[in-house]
C-alpha cells in the first residue's frame, strides 16, 4: 500500500486530535548522541525519553 496524500491527511487528523507535540532543545551534537542511544536500547529517542520519564515518576510517587 502507497502513502498517498489520503493517508498522510488521516495521519495528520490522527496526530492533531490524539497526540500532543513536544518540542525539545539540546546542544548542538547532544541530539545525536541520545538518538544513537536510544537505538543500541532498541528505542526511538521518543520512547526512550517517555520511558525515562515515567520511571522517574513512579519512584517519586
Known sequence: MAYDEK????????????????????PL???DRY???????GMSLTALIVKLLEEDIKRHE
Open 7 to 26: 493517508a498522510k491527511q488521516r495521519t495528520m487528523k490522527y496526530m492533531k486530535e490524539k497526540r500532543d507535540k513536544l518540542t525539545l532543545n539540546f
Open 29 to 31: 551534537g547532544d541530539k
Open 35 to 41: 538518538k544513537a542511544y536510544a537505538e543500541s536500547q
